[in-house]
Structures are given as C-alpha cells and as structure tokens.
C-alpha cells in the first residue's frame, strides 16, 4: 500500500513535540501540506524546519495559537479557514490523586484535551462534508478505556473524546469524510519523557529501569512490555487518515501494545 496524500492539508495540533510532532512528519511523508501548531511562535518554527526535512512536496507551514480556549482556537480557524485532514492531538496529562485534583484541574483538563477537538471540528467539519472528502482523527488514549486511578480526570477527557468523535461520525452516514479515535498506550514523547526522568530521579534510577518499572507496575497488561515509539503511534494516524483507509469510520482504533484485554 502507498499512502499519497499530496493536495490534501493536513493540521495538526500540538505538534512542536510529542505524538503530534511525529504524526506532522508521518503526513508529510505522505506528500500532504502539513500546519503545525503550538503555542510559541519560536517552537512552532523549529517545527516547521524539522517537518519540512520529512516533506515529500507538500508545503509545511504553522500557526501559533493556545487551542485550548475559544479564542486560540478562533484566531487558528482564522489563520488556516480550511483543512481536509484534522488530528486532534493536543492533550496534557499529570498524575494526581483523586481527592487532590483541584476544580481548575478538571475544568483545565477537560478545556485542553475535550474542547479544543470540539472547537475545531465545529468549525473545519462542515465544509469536509460540503466537498464530500474529510478525515477526523482524535488522539485519545487506552486511558478511555482502563481509567488510570492516578489521572481519573485525564481519564474522564479520553472517554469524552470517545463519545464526540463517535458522535461527530454519525453525521458523515452517505459521505466520504470519516470521524475516528486512536487510542495510544505508554509513549515515549517528549512529555513523557520528562515524567520517566522525575520518576528516575525520585527512586535512584536509571531512566531506561523506571521505564520499564512503571510498564511493569502501572500497565501490567501490556503485552509489548515497553514504551511505544511516537513514529508507531503515528504509523496508525497516517493510515486512518488516508484515503484507503475509507470503510473505517466512527471506530476507537487501539494502539496500545494490547493492554487493553478485550478482544474487540
Ligand atoms: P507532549 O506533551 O509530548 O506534546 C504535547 C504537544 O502539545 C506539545 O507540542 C505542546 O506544546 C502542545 N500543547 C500543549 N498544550 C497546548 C495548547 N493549549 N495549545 C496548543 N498546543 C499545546 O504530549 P504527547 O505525549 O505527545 O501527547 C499527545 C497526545 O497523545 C495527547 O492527547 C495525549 O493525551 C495522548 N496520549 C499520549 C500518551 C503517551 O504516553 N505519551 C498515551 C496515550 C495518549
């Protein structure tokens, strides 16, 4: 199979590091024009350089906007009005107890990882369905699905962008423009990186031993037993994105190493 998605524009938040820079690459790669986002104008243009290392003719551009309030997401919209492909990618996450978690936590949490995918697919969607071709991709979690006890209110944010993304796939019945979610497991972006190194500091560990410590202790079910790579997450967001990739619509698409022990 060869993936081409050259004259398609492809915008992906939160892409200056992470999943969502991996998947910027892996679009690239595909030919499309590619709109990276984050929220510094500086971080936004290293991205753009790195992307466009991997672009296959396509033009590589960004926008700098916080995505995560009705603003940001308006001034995007305004920038880049129109896109065929739009990965939702932007999410935060932070261990905390449940009786810790703060009334701003779950409003801030549910504004970055829920509202910015509402916003921009209320306003880029209409016009996938108008010209009857479109590709929606939420970049969940298996945290949807095996609610961290560490995380309950990210946990509450991945089930939320479940339930939108299958709802939005409703309203594509009899037309090209698909509605999915890919559900990563453990990592190893930026972010994530960042929390292994605390957790190494915390317990005297090499990095690599508090990887695999919290594999082994936090998601026992894994059945890769490692970290995934952001280029394999972004593998399956390449494929949902393209145009053979038609007939799947409405799913939650799980990439997590097979932690999730259910068959379907
Ligand atoms: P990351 O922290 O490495 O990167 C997140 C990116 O989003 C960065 O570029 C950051 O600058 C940007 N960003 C953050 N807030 C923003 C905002 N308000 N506006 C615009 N940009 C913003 O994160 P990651 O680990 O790559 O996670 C990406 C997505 O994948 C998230 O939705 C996360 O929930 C999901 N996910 C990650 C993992 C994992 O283990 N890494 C597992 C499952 C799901």
């Known amino acids: 199979m060869h993936i081409d998605l050259s004259g398609k524009t492809a915008l992906v938040t939160g892409s200056t590091a992470g999943i969502g820079h991996a998947i910027a690459k892996g679009l690239a790669a595909t030919g499309a024009n590619v709109v990276v986002n984050g929220r510094s104008q500086g971080k936004v243009d290293q991205a753009i350089a790195a992307v466009k290392k991997a672009a296959k003719g396509g033009t590589i551009t960004g926008v700098a906007a916080d995505v995560s309030t009705a603003e940001g997401c308006a001034s995007l919209v305004q920038v880049q009005p129109d896109v065929d492909i739009l990965i939702n990618n932007t999410g935060i996450f932070e261990p905390k107890g449940f009786f810790d978690i703060p009334d701003e936590d779950w ?134 994105s393209s145009k053979e990739a038609a007939v799947t619509n409405g799913a939650a698409l799980r990439a997590e190493g097979g932690l999730v022990q259910t068959i379907a």
């Open 107 to 240: 409003q801030r949490f549910f504004d970055v990882n829920v509202m910015s995918g509402v916003r921009l697919s209320r306003a880029y969607m209409p016009a996938m369905l108008k010209r009857n071709w479109g590709r929606i991709v939420f970049i969940a979690s298996e945290s949807a699905l095996m609610i961290p006890k560490e995380m309950i209110h990210y946990g509450m944010t991945k089930t939320a962008q479940l339930s939108v993304s299958r709802g939005l796939a409703e309203l594509t019945r009899g037309t090209a423009v698909t509605v999915n979610a890919v559900m990563p497991g453990p990592t190893m972006s930026e972010g994530v990186q960042t929390f292994v190194a605390d957790l190494a500091r915390q317990n005297g560990q090499s990095e690599e031993e508090a990887a695999a410590n919290f594999v082994k202790q936090h998601r026992p079910g894994s059945l890769i037993q490692r970290f995934a790579t952001v280029e394999e997450i972004a593998n399956m967001v390449v494929y949902v």
